[in-house]
């Protein structure tokens, strides 16, 4: 099994800035993918940024150029810095990899528990 902890939640006012930090652990072969996804009251749960083994990264096209997201492969971390920051943005913050747990294994989503990120003044 693959468990994630999840850090850097909080309160923020528009235009100012929050990393989240997001490690994996436990039995862990291969990560194929890390990233953040997000869910705001009454909408659906959205991908912010992945970042696929080999590497791809994809961003949600409203933070493109405003979130960074960055992996440190030798200790299973996945950070997000989310810069200039707006009310829109406020949602709770899900970690999710995507790993093997052994060779034969197939590739499985696991998520954290989420933390909330609020942008208000």
């Known amino acids: 099994q693959v468990q994630l902890a999840e850090s850097g939640g909080g309160l923020v006012q528009p235009g100012g800035s929050l990393r989240l930090s997001c490690a994996a652990s436990?039995?862990?072969?291969?990560?194929?993918?890390m990233g953040w996804y997000r869910q705001a009251p009454g909408n659906e749960r959205e991908m912010v940024a992945i970042?696929?083994?080999?590497?791809?990264?994809m961003y949600k096209d409203s933070v493109k150029g405003r979130f960074t997201i960055s992996r440190d492969d030798a200790k299973n971390t996945v950070l997000l810095q989310m810069d200039s920051l707006k009310p829109e943005d406020t949602a709770v913050y899900y970690c999710n990899v995507i790993a093997q747990v052994s060779p034969h294994t197939a590739p499985r989503n696991y998520w954290g528990k989420g933390t909330l990120v609020t942008v208000s003044s």
């Open positions: 436990g039995t862990i072969f291969n990560i194929v993918q």
């Open positions: 970042s696929i083994t080999g590497p791809t990264i």
